[in-house]
């Protein structure tokens, strides 16, 4: 889960949720401002070349979705269904 990263995850929510609404938060003001600077220092050392600094300042990627209505409730003949 961890070695996922932000466009993995994105298209694994796009994938399985279409119109899905992803929103990344990073710390709060104070703290990503430190961070962002920290960040800055080891990008002038040639370090975390590999990662983007969403990937590196996002605390929480959230997904909204709603699932679609029904055929039945959007005024839609549902298809038939079939059992074994």
Do not use: H
């Given at each position: 889960?961890?070695?996922?990263?932000?466009a993995q995850w994105t298209e694994l929510f796009e994938?399985?949720?279409?119109?899905?609404?992803?929103?990344?938060e990073p710390h709060h003001d104070?703290?990503?401002?430190?961070?962002?600077r920290?960040?800055?220092?080891?990008r002038s050392r040639g370090e975390v070349a590999?990662?983007?600094?969403?990937?590196?300042?996002?605390?929480n990627c959230r997904a909204a979705w709603?699932?679609?209505a029904e055929?039945?409730?959007?005024g839609e003949v549902a298809?038939?269904?079939v059992t074994a």
């Open positions: 889960m961890n070695e996922w990263g932000l994938r399985v949720c279409p119109g899905v609404t992803i929103s990344l104070e703290f990503d401002q430190l961070l962002r920290e960040l800055g220092e080891l590999d990662y983007s600094d969403e990937e590196l300042l996002t605390v709603r699932k679609p055929p039945a409730l959007r298809p038939a269904r």
